[in-house]
């Protein structure tokens, strides 16, 4: 945050998920009309790229998507039809053939359109730092879906385009969701005030079955089978401790105060053995330490057939803390428990258009969000070689799962990582 202290950021939070979208007077209020509408590009168009144009949309009544980019037709043209049938926002769907580009370079195309305001980045997390880099220097405000990279190469890009951007005065949000949620807000803010305590160590998970894969088809290069499976590819996803499990590290590092010192962690692939799934992991277990000695153990698994649990759980010197997706308690000397909140992924974008719109104190969380996709990345780093990482080791590795070339072709990518052997860079 730029100029907000936590507790700001906290009240403002609430005032703003309390008022912008279920208050009448804030919708009459802010109205848009054609001299007033917000133009949103879209360079991402599968479905968190679509669920995110939706979000915009129904974040407040003067933004229009006017421009979509992806990197395939088919899923651009999939996510134009859902987009352009929604009767809610029948004329607030405004991209003609000319603004939908396809391709590799298809968000430069997309980022040259000078009425383009604001720009939601939801492609495949490693391309974040590529496009939020050309984002920022092409003067656009900014909603970018998490994690913001999957490398350390990656990280140090966004945390300097978070600079530019502050220097240009430009709105970021990110999609960790949790920070613009109701009863995080509020527990947050209870926490703040010293409900437990001093947090003195913490759990969190996200432990839950199976997702997706796309299956390889003979048209298929290398390039075009990842991209289209990136889930499976660490130099697309970052693995699933970076593409999921962010959101419970980020919830935990805003308890803390800041990102951990240091982290040593497990892990394997023991169910998900087969090529589709690429080259991820499936379960992870990483003990992190924090400036303040205190640990936060840390679980994630996608394997069917397991209990689920995904929540974050925080120890104090006077009580405990409990959060997940709508519901947040504390149990100690002042106990209390809410349950449900307003939807977070239409807060966040409410929060980004107050900002650009100057209604409220501007928000960058550009690094803060590259923080914690680092605590990610230095727990899977730990995870990958089974060695001890520091912050500064994270921080400055020379890791960069970058491609040779931008291209559909072959795409050679490294095997299945073996703690042990797999060498720390």
């Not at 980045?121 to 990279?149: N, Q, S, W, Y």
Request: charged share 20%; net charge negative; hydrophobic share 35%.
């Amino acid at each position: 945050m730029t100029d907000m202290t936590r507790r700001d950021v906290i009240r403002t939070g609430l005032a703003l998920t309390a008022g912008a979208i279920v208050t009448p007077a804030f919708a009459s209020r802010l109205s848009g009309s054609n001299d007033d509408r917000i133009r949103v590009g879209v360079i991402g168009c599968g479905g968190r790229g679509t669920g995110a144009a939706v979000n915009a949309l129904e974040a407040h009544p003067s933004t229009t998507i006017v421009a979509m980019a992806d990197l395939f037709q088919d899923r651009l043209d999939s996510s134009h039809r859902h987009l352009a049938d929604e009767e809610e926002f029948r004329g607030r769907v405004d991209v003609p053939a000319d603004r939908r580009f396809v391709g590799f370079d298809a968000y430069e195309r997309l980022l040259a359109l000078a009425d383009v305001q604001y720009v939601v980045l939801a492609t495949p997390p490693h391309f974040r730092p590529i496009h939020f880099d050309a984002a920022v220097r092409a003067g656009k405000h900014v909603f970018m879906e998490k994690p913001v990279a999957t490398d350390p190469a990656g990280i140090r890009k966004v945390i300097a385009a978070a600079e530019e951007a502050d220097a240009r005065t430009l709105s970021v949000v990110a999609g960790t969701q949790r920070r613009h949620q109701d009863n995080y807000l509020e527990l947050m803010e209870r926490l703040e005030n010293g409900a437990i305590g001093e947090p003195v160590s913490a759990r969190c998970f996200w432990n839950q079955g199976g997702l997706w894969v796309h299956e390889r088809t003979p048209e298929y290069s290398d390039m075009e089978w990842q991209c289209r499976n990136w889930l499976y590819f660490c130099w697309l996803s970052g693995d699933h401790i970076c593409e999921q499990h962010v959101h419970n590290l980020d919830a935990v590092n805003w308890v803390m105060g800041g990102h951990p010192t240091k982290c040593v962690g497990m892990g394997g692939r023991q169910v998900r053995r087969d090529a589709k799934y690429g080259n991820i992991f499936d379960h992870f277990a990483i003990d992190y330490e924090y400036a303040n000695g205190a640990h936060l153990t840390s679980m994630c698994r996608q394997t069917d057939g397991c209990q689920s649990h995904v929540a974050e759980h925080v120890q104090g010197t006077k009580g405990t803390s409990t959060s997940w997706h709508g519901y947040s308690k504390i149990e100690g000397a002042t106990s209390w428990e809410t349950h449900g909140s307003a939807n977070p992924y239409v807060t966040e974008h409410a929060a980004l258009v107050a900002s650009i719109r100057g209604e409220r104190p501007r928000l960058n969380e550009a690094k803060r969000v590259a923080e914690s996709t680092l605590t990610a990345i230095m727990g899977r780093m730990s995870a990958y070689t089974g060695q001890e990482v520091t912050w500064e080791q994270a921080m400055g590795s020379v890791l960069d799962l970058s491609p040779t070339s931008y291209s559909f072709g072959p795409n050679p990518t490294g095997p299945v990582p073996t703690p042990g052997r797999t060498p720390l860079i």
